[in-house]
């Protein structure tokens, strides 16, 4: 392989050798075609290619030969449709004849140069600062493909300032764009601000987040780059490998550096490739030697398929996408291209260079303008399409509107300056400056429909057209129209496909897949991989209650309180309203219990209003016995207000009744209590303590604390009262409706007033337990205070550590065991004695006992239950 050095060094040289010797007609005809008008078009194209062929013999190694582009041929063609176009034109330039001088120009600087000397001197003596031409008509010239052809000659053209208006028909270059370097350089095709913006489109269509990205290290590269990233980043695709190629460098990296690169081993099925055309070719030139049929490529129109032929049908290219610039319907130019000959241009000896490869004719012996042997009727629609292709080109069709524009000026040009300076012969003078600013504001239309506007400023956003490249045997490659993109359309129609008609990779039967991690199915959330590109992540189950009814969604959606999530977590259901009802087995087997223990409680009071003048009712003081026993039955019955339907006030009720009953009953065990240690501390008359025992002292104790607890139930109604609430975090798919406390600091102050309450009752009971029991109760208080405090310290940690109906069925079940507890302690004894043993009853019977003959206490008892 030829060092790179070398081979630029080769490129910027005289030519040693060049394949003209086909026939010797090619060394007799000129340089360049001509023909003449009022006002001239000069324009030079890059006709010829240059080959560098190595020898294993001779005396030179390397030789360089040139090779005719048929396809760059349709440049001249456009050039000359246009003009004709015009002149055929009554409404545009009626009196003005449109020409046109055409040259070829090499790609070196040398020869781009050469063919420039030519134009400006008119011989083919190359002499600088020398015509021969007098009656120069030129007004404009058209340079390119490459930018860099454009920019040498516009030096050159610059330096002579003639003409002074240069129009180049290549892709836009930004470089030219410098009004200090080039001031009177007009670029036809458009910027290519939105063909990233364009493919990152086609790849969020196709569900692409995972492409690799190929540019070249160029500034146009560089800038090319940079915006597509930046569409990436905001459409969420990731690219598996980025990779910029020094320009030139493309055509010498050897087939294994592919066969090893990322490009055959990254995980990305898409890949955008970027560059100029003759970045594009070599880089193309090397893929298709690989054999990579199972990556879809992505890349911009000035790739060229002018590839040598293949006789099968396996190749890397076929079903590459193409953003192609688009413009309107031109059949009127393949009309024209199909009755094209040399007959018809006899001038034109490029049009009879290519009939004669293309057709294997000759030339006449006596005239090298006359061809023979060709076949009748022959048509350059007879070359197959990777010679020669009859649609127009995007840069055939820059040197359309180039035409247009040129003659669009003049044509304003001649309406503001009706009066003319004319030569001797009664001709019109027309001068490039006076043109430029005519050049420089123009706005038209072609007969195609499309706008043409030179301003950089306000040209508008190209379109492109989306081409899949089909490849057929021998090379026959074909581009077909499958697609565009408008990025002036609204969002969500700038792209616009016909996926039927494309034809992916060799081997792809369906829509390629190309992600760096599968979708997240609705009811998973993505969860990103630390270290990778957010495209790469796994996927995580949505918490409880939250959902995700689309695929790849970064963060689940909480489902509404009144819904809840199902078991996929792709929808949310309607929770059931729900609350411990009477109809549910649990209420109602609580409200049974409620109703039965206050039943039986008031029979307990019935059997102590009928036996009220016996001992053992007497005994203890029988006022706080009925208290407790009223109390008790309230008790039973508040644990109803925590069954059913919750409303303001019920829930209001709740707590007040509860701890307000509660209150008296314990504070009448504790007068019970106190009247039972006041009564044995009684050993003579006139005492203080029978003083307060007669007095009735005792029974104070239950006004005064249910005062206190009063106060307490005022003062949280005030600040923070009871709610009705919903729980929808208890069970799964249910709303419970609920009694919140509100104020919790209030709730547990009277909660905590009570239990002290109760602690100091047992206190007081545990200290008594231990005197004489004729008649004395001292034991059954303080069991029944050891009940009531066991059943509510054990509420306080079942109560925090559940929820919902549940919690609110603890609470009836505590109310309902400790009231309990009261009830069978102290008065299941009593009422056993009562109805079972009456005897035991009677004063007389209690005196038989031998045991108790010496129990003054118990008298004691029994007479200030009398007084």
């Known amino acids: 392989m030829v060092p790179l050095i070398f081979v630029l060094l080769l490129l910027q040289a ?6 003209f010797n086909k026939s010797d007609c090619f060394h007799r005809m000129n340089s360049s075609v001509y023909e003449d008008g009022d006002v001239v078009v000069a324009g030079f194209f890059p006709l010829y290619t240059l080959l560098l062929e190595s020898r294993s013999s001779g005396p030179s190694k390397h030789v360089i030969h040139t090779q005719f582009k048929p396809r760059n041929y349709q440049l001249v063609l456009a050039l ?41 001197s008119g011989t083919d003596k190359k002499v600088p600062n020398y015509t021969c031409r007098r009656d120069r008509k030129s007004v404009a010239v058209l340079t390119g ?65 995972w492409v690799g990205l190929v540019t070249s290290e160029d500034e146009k590269g560089i800038q090319f780059l940079s915006d597509l990233r930046g569409e990436m980043g905001r459409n969420g695709v990731c690219a598996a490998f980025v990779e910029m190629i020094p320009v030139g460098a493309m055509s010498y ?13 990254s995980s990305a099925n898409v890949i955008i490739i970027y560059g100029d055309s003759d970045f594009l070719r ?59 000959n040399p007959s018809k241009y006899p001038k034109d000896f490029y049009l009879a260079r290519l009939w004669y490869f293309s057709f294997d004719c000759s030339f006449s012996e006596l005239d090298c303008r006359t061809l023979e042997n060709c076949p009748l009727n022959a048509s350059l629609e007879w070359l197959p399409g990777h010679l020669f292709d009859t649609v127009m080109t995007e840069e055939s069709y820059s040197v359309y509107t180039a035409v247009y524009a040129v003659a669009h000026s003049l044509q304003e040009m001649l309406l503001q300056h009706a009066e003319m300076p004319t030569r001797g012969n009664g001709e019109d003078v027309f001068s490039a400056w006076q043109l430029q600013p005519f050049l420089r504001n123009i706005r038209f239309a072609i007969p ?91 996927c995580t189950p949505c918490p409880e209650d939250e959902i995700s009814n689309q695929t790849d969604m970064d963060q689940c959606v909480k489902c509404p309180d009144h819904q809840y999530a199902n078991t996929e977590r792709n929808h949310c259901l309607q929770r059931t309203v729900t609350f411990l009802a009477y109809q ?34 007497k005994a203890n003081n029988r006022t706080l016995s009925y208290i407790l026993l009223i109390s008790l039955t309230f008790c039973f019955l508040c644990s109803l207000l925590f069954i059913g339907r919750p409303n303001t006030a019920t829930c209001t009720l709740q707590p007040i009744a509860f701890e307000l009953v509660f209150t008296v009953a314990v504070s009448t065990v504790l007068a019970k209590t106190l009247t039972v240690i006041l009564a044995f501390k009684v050993t003579a008359p006139g005492r203080r303590m029978r003083r307060l025992l007669v007095s009735g002292a005792p029974n104070y104790i239950i006004p005064s604390c249910s005062l206190i607890q009063l106060t307490l139930c005022g ?119 009562i109805l079972l043993k009456p005897h035991s009853c009677s004063l007389r019977g209690f005196r038989d006992k031998t045991h108790c003959e010496s129990n003054k206490p118990s008298r004691v008892l029994t007479r200030v239950s009398y007084s």
């Open 282 to 340: 070599s880089l193309m030139f090397n893929i298709r030697q690989t054999l990579m049929t199972w990556k879809v490529l992505v890349t911009n129109s000035q790739w060229d398929v002018t590839i040598d032929g293949r006789h099968f049908m396996l190749d890397s290219l076929h079903g590459t996408l193409i953003f192609s610039h688009h413009h309107g319907d031109f059949s009127g130019f393949t009309n024209f291209i199909s009755i094209v």
């Open 584 to 617: 549910d087995p649990l209420g109602m087997a609580l409200a049974c219990t409620a109703l039965c223990l206050s039943a039986l409680t008031a029979a307990v009071l019935g059997v102590f209003l009928r036996h009220q003048h016996t001992p053992i009712v």
């Open 715 to 833: 003062v949280w109604l005030g600040t923070s009262p009871p709610f009705v609430d919903s729980d929808t975090h208890s069970e799964h798919g249910h709303i419970i409706i609920t009694c919140n406390k509100g104020s919790v600091t209030a709730f547990y102050c009277g909660l905590g007033y009570l239990g002290s309450l109760a602690m100091g009752t047992f206190t007081v009971a545990f200290l008594a337990r231990k005197l004489p029991d004729t008649f004395n109760e001292a034991k059954f208080l303080t069991f029944s205070m050891l009940v009531f405090c066991s059943v509510w310290l054990t509420f306080l940690p079942v109560h925090h550590s559940t929820k919902g109906r549940v919690m609110v069925a603890v609470e009836v079940f505590s109310i309902l065991a400790s009231s309990a507890g009261l009830l069978g302690c102290i008065f299941a004894p009593k009422c056993y004695v």
């Open 145 to 209: 493909i490459s930018w860099a052809t454009s920019a040498q000659m516009g030096t050159l053209l610059q330096l002579y300032k003639f003409p002074q208006l240069r129009l180049t028909f290549g892709p836009f270059e930004p470089i030219l764009s410098d009004p200090g370097q080039f001031p009177s350089l007009y670029q036809m095709a458009p910027k290519d601000t939105s063909l990233a913006l364009g493919m990152v489109s086609l790849m969020v269509h196709f569900s692409w987040n």
């Open 448 to 538: 195609a429909g499309d706008q043409v506007i030179l301003d950089e400023k306000k040209k508008l956003e190209a379109e492109y057209d989306i081409l899949n490249f089909w490849n057929f045997p021998e090379g026959l490659g074909h581009k077909v129209k499958v697609g565009k993109f408008s990025p002036s359309a609204p969002c969500g129609q700038q792209l616009s496909l016909s996926e039927d008609m494309i034809e992916w990779a060799t081997g792809i039967r369906k829509t390629p897949h190309s992600v760096c991690s599968e979708s997240c199915d609705p009811g998973l959330r993505k969860s990103p991989q630390e270290g990778k590109p957010a495209c790469c992540f796994d």
């Open 253 to 265: 990296f050897p087939k294994a550096w592919l066969n090893h690169h990322q490009f055959m081993t």
């Open 14 to 19: 005289p030519l040693p050798a060049c394949s």
């Open 80 to 120: 000359v449709f246009a003009i004709e176009e015009i002149n055929r034109n009554v409404h545009l330039l009626p009196n003005v004849s449109l020409g046109f001088d055409l040259y070829n120009v090499l790609f070196s600087e040398w020869n781009t140069l050469e063919s420039a000397f030519l134009w400006l």
